[in-house]
């Protein structure tokens, strides 16, 4: 069944319009009283449509149920921005596997270096890769990718988290299974660009209460490293 993201849905009456109704209306040839499924705020709308216009397209809520696909653990990556085009497969992948929100951060041994404003240009074309992941997988919302943040600005909203781990390549951190204490709800993943992070940024997060985990001594490129923690940490929480 098709499937479509709204910000708001009413019980009522749901209007789909601008691309999503014309990829109704046009590329799909849908035709009302057939039925498709909108997602707003972690629901699933199983719809009817009722009307199809040049512009819009009226859907009629027939079930409304919490979206069974979407994680019980909201994981926020933060993400120490890449080189190429490597943040665009890191949005994707950890989309499907159940991502919260991707926060990109610029840290001291990044090779890509682009200000706030260049990244601007990005975040958008980032925003809609998340949303056809998100569309993809069957996903409750579309992962939020945030403006880019300074290493101090991302630290900070480390600290929000219910609980925040980063990796870390030098052995002496925990697993996964050590750092993630059972029924966390919020948890905060920060990972490395190329260059691995520095020493003191190292020792400005274990000041700050986030706890290194470690991988094994296998090094894992900064595009893989995302899916194999995410995938480890939705495997703790029991959504995988």
Avoid at 127 to 132: E, H, N, P, R, T
Avoid at 216 to 228: M, V
Wanted: glycine share 8%; net charge neutral.
């Amino acid at each position: 069944m098709p499937r479509f993201f709204t910000e708001h849905a009413d019980a009522a009456e749901i209007v789909l319009t601008g691309e999503d109704a014309v990829h109704i209306g046009r590329s799909l040839r849908m035709r009302p009283g057939e039925k498709l499924t909108v997602c707003s705020e972690g629901k699933d709308y199983v719809c009817e449509i009722v009307r199809i216009t040049e512009t819009a397209v009226y859907l009629h809520p027939l079930t409304v149920t919490p979206c069974a696909s979407e994680p019980s653990v909201q994981v926020t990556l933060y993400q120490a921005v890449p080189k190429q085009d490597k943040l665009a497969e890191i949005v994707q992948k950890t989309t499907e596997l159940g991502v919260y929100r991707i926060v990109p951060v610029l840290t001291a041994r990044c090779v890509a270096r682009p200000t706030a404003a260049d990244f601007a240009k990005k975040q958008q074309r980032l925003q809609k890769i998340a949303l056809s992941a998100a569309k993809q997988s069957g996903r409750g919302i579309i992962p939020e990718v945030t403006p880019l943040l300074t290493w101090k600005e991302a630290l900070a909203a480390m600290q929000q988290e219910e609980t925040a781990v980063m990796l870390y390549e030098e052995e002496g951190g925990m697993r996964f299974g050590e750092a993630v204490p059972a029924g966390v709800k919020r948890i905060g993943l920060f990972i490395g660009s190329e260059g691995g992070i520095s020493e003191q940024e190292a020792a400005d997060a274990v000041q700050a209460g986030i706890r290194r985990v470690w991988l094994g001594r296998r090094i894992l490129r900064c595009e893989t490293a995302p899916t194999a923690a995410i995938s480890i940490l939705m495997y703790l929480t029991g959504n995988l």
